[in-house]
C-alpha cells in the first residue's frame, strides 16, 4: 500500500509532454482543475476523459503506474463517496431508515464527486510525473514571479514547495523500512480491522518523525555549506526559454478550454436531468 503512493514521484520518458516548459505544465493543469469543475452533462465529462487520456498516452507514462497512485486513496473516496450518499436529501428517496436515506441528490452528488476526485487525481498527478523538481521550482517562480513587486517571497514558496514534492517519495520509501524491519520483528500491518491496523501503524511515526527531521536537517546544512541565501542574484544553469512545441501547446490548452465553455453554455443539462427526468 505505502508503495502505491505516487504523488511526487518523477517518471522519466522521452516524451513531448516531458519536453514542455513547466509553465506551460503549470497553466495546463491549473485550466484542466477550473474545467474539472465547471462542465456540465456527460459530453463534458466524456470530452475531458478523452483529452486526458490522449495526454496520458503521449506522456509514454503507464496507466497502470498512475491508477496505482489511486489504491492510497480508495477509503478517503468511497467515505466521500458514502457520506454524501447517506446524507444528502433530494426531491426523490429512494431508500430511507433513521437518519440515513438515499435520494436521487445524493446519488448523482456521491458519482459526480467520485468522478471529479479520480480525474482530479490522475490529472495533477501527470504533472509532478512528468516534471522534475527543479523544473518545478522555477516554472513555479517565473510564473509567480509578478508577485515580487508586492514583497511576497516567491523563490522561497517555489523552493518549499518542491523540497515537499520531493520529500514524499524519499518519506514513502522510508516508511516502507521501518514497516518492513518491524514486521521481521513481528509486528502484523496487514490483518484486522481497519482500527486495529491504524493503531499497528502508531509505531511507525515516532522513527518516521526522526528520520525526516534528520533528513531536513542535513538539507539544511548543506544549502547553508553551499552558501545558499535565498533567490536573489541567482543564475540558473538552463534558463526558462519557451520553445515552438510550447507556443503550440498553449493553443491546444485554449482550445480545449473553449470546447469547454461552449459545452457549459449550450449543454446545461446535468448528470441528474438525464437519469431521473
Not at 521550482?137 to 518549499?160: C, Q, R
Request: a positive charge; hydrophobic letters at 55%; proline letters at 4%.
Amino acid at each position: 500500500m505505502i508503495r502505491d503512493i505516487t504523488i511526487g514521484q518523477y517518471y522519466p520518458a522521452q516524451s513531448p509532454i516531458h519536453k514542455l516548459d513547466p509553465r506551460v505544465k503549470l497553466f495546463a493543469t491549473l485550466i484542466y482543475i477550473i474545467a474539472l469543475f465547471s462542465y456540465k452533462g456527460i459530453a463534458g465529462v466524456l470530452f475531458i476523459v478523452a483529452a486526458l487520456a490522449a495526454v496520458i498516452k503521449i506522456s509514454k507514462v503507464p496507466f497502470k503506474f498512475m491508477v496505482k497512485g489511486l489504491k492510497s486513496i480508495i477509503i478517503l473516496l468511497l467515505f466521500t463517496a458514502c457520506f454524501s450518499v447517506f446524507f444528502t436529501q433530494g426531491e426523490y428517496t429512494i431508500w430511507e431508515y433513521g437518519i440515513l436515506h438515499i435520494s436521487d441528490t445524493g446519488l448523482i452528488n456521491a458519482a459526480t464527486m467520485m468522478i471529479r476526485l479520480v480525474l482530479l487525481i490522475i490529472g495533477t498527478s501527470l504533472m509532478t510525473l512528468t516534471t522534475t523538481p527543479n523544473q518545478l521550482t522555477d516554472g513555479l517562480e517565473k510564473s509567480l514571479g509578478f508577485l515580487n513587486k508586492i514583497h511576497v517571497p516567491v523563490h522561497a514558496i517555489a523552493m518549499m514547495m518542491s523540497i515537499a514534492l520531493r520529500f514524499i517519495p524519499i518519506l514513502i520509501e522510508e516508511t516502507d523500512k521501518i514497516m518492513k524491519a518491524q514486521m521481521a520483528r513481528g509486528a502484523d500491518f496487514e490483518h484486522g480491522n481497519i482500527i486495529k491496523r491504524a493503531k499497528s501503524m502508531v509505531p511507525l511515526l515516532v522513527p518516521l518523525f526522526v528520520s525526516a527531521f534528520r533528513r531536513a536537517d542535513d538539507l539544511a546544512m548543506a544549502m547553508e555549506a553551499r552558501c545558499y541565501n535565498g533567490g536573489e542574484g541567482r543564475t540558473k544553469m538552463k534558463p526558462l526559454v519557451y520553445e515552438k512545441d510550447d507556443k503550440i501547446a498553449y493553443l491546444f490548452i485554449f482550445a480545449f478550454l473553449a470546447v469547454v465553455i461552449v459545452f457549459r453554455i449550450l449543454l446545461p443539462v446535468n448528470l441528474g436531468n438525464l437519469i431521473f427526468r
